[in-house]
């Protein structure tokens, strides 16, 4: 089975508008990682949020916030006013284990179009 | 399960040697891979572009002489990191596009380099 599940390929979204990118994810470990990475035309993978499986609140970092539901395994990321800068590709990613040094699983991604 | 395989997931190497990890798509034929390293702050960097068949494609500032990649076949993309430096410990992690597919890639579970 796959670790990490983004069952959206593209989404449109509205500029100003609030989007939601879905991301499941599968693990057997109590202890794991959720992070979001931006992808642009350049190719470079740009980390947006972080989500440690014991932390209690939703993780926020400016207009992303991890809407995190643990007992459903998923972690989709919302995106609120969208910008035409946040058209991207986005990746879901999840490290099991408290080691750094663990391997990350990452999701097939998906392709968000801000229309003005 | 995964469909890019990437080997070792860690290793460690002396200053000066030469280390190799390889990236290989395991249900599909990849005729384009793409090589990341993953700097402080969890982004992931583009290195470089790797064509099956020809001279992989470097993003500005990264050293073709010391990052070797060669995609011999359809499959297998290799990146070796020559005369290694402690400053070249990272994380590095390869990910493949699927032909026809324009929003679907696949990361691999990455490769912790160690230099001492």
């Known amino acids: 089975a796959q670790k990490i599940t983004q069952t959206q390929p593209g989404m449109f979204v509205q500029e100003k508008e609030a989007v939601t990118l879905d991301c499941t994810y599968d693990?057997?470990?109590?202890?794991?990682?959720l992070f979001w990475y931006k992808q642009p035309s350049s190719g470079e993978m740009i980390f947006l949020i972080y989500?440690?499986?014991?932390?209690?609140q939703n993780a926020t970092e400016g207009r992303y916030s991890l809407n995190f539901q643990k007992a459903r395994k998923s972690a989709n990321l919302v995106i609120s006013a969208s910008q035409l800068g946040d058209s991207a590709m986005y990746f879901c990613?999840?490290?099991?284990?408290?080691?750094?040094?663990?391997?990350?699983?990452f999701g097939t991604g998906t392709s968000l179009t801000v229309i003005p | 399960g995964a469909v890019v395989s990437q080997h070792p997931s860690r290793v460690i190497c002396k200053s000066g040697t030469s280390v190799k990890i390889e990236c290989r798509s395991l249900?599909?034929?990849?005729?384009?891979m793409f090589w990341y390293r993953q700097f402080p702050k969890q982004s992931l960097m583009l290195m470089a572009t790797?064509?099956?068949?020809?001279?992989?494609?470097?993003e500005q500032g990264v050293e073709k002489d010391k990052f070797l990649i060669n995609h011999a076949s359809l499959t297998l993309s290799t990146l070796t990191v020559t005369s290694a430096h402690p400053e070249d410990s990272s994380f590095y992690i390869c990910?493949?596009?699927?032909?026809?597919?324009?929003?679907?890639?696949?990361f691999g579970e990455g490769s912790w380099l160690t230099v001492v």
């Open positions: 990910s493949a596009k699927i032909p026809g597919r324009r929003n679907t890639i696949y």
């Open positions: 693990t057997s470990d109590q202890s794991y990682g």
């Open positions: 989500q440690g499986s014991y932390d209690e």
């Open positions: 990613a999840m490290r099991e284990g408290r080691n750094t040094g663990n391997q990350f699983y």
């Open positions: 249900d599909f034929q990849a005729t384009t």
């Open positions: 790797s064509n099956e068949g020809s001279k992989a494609t470097y």
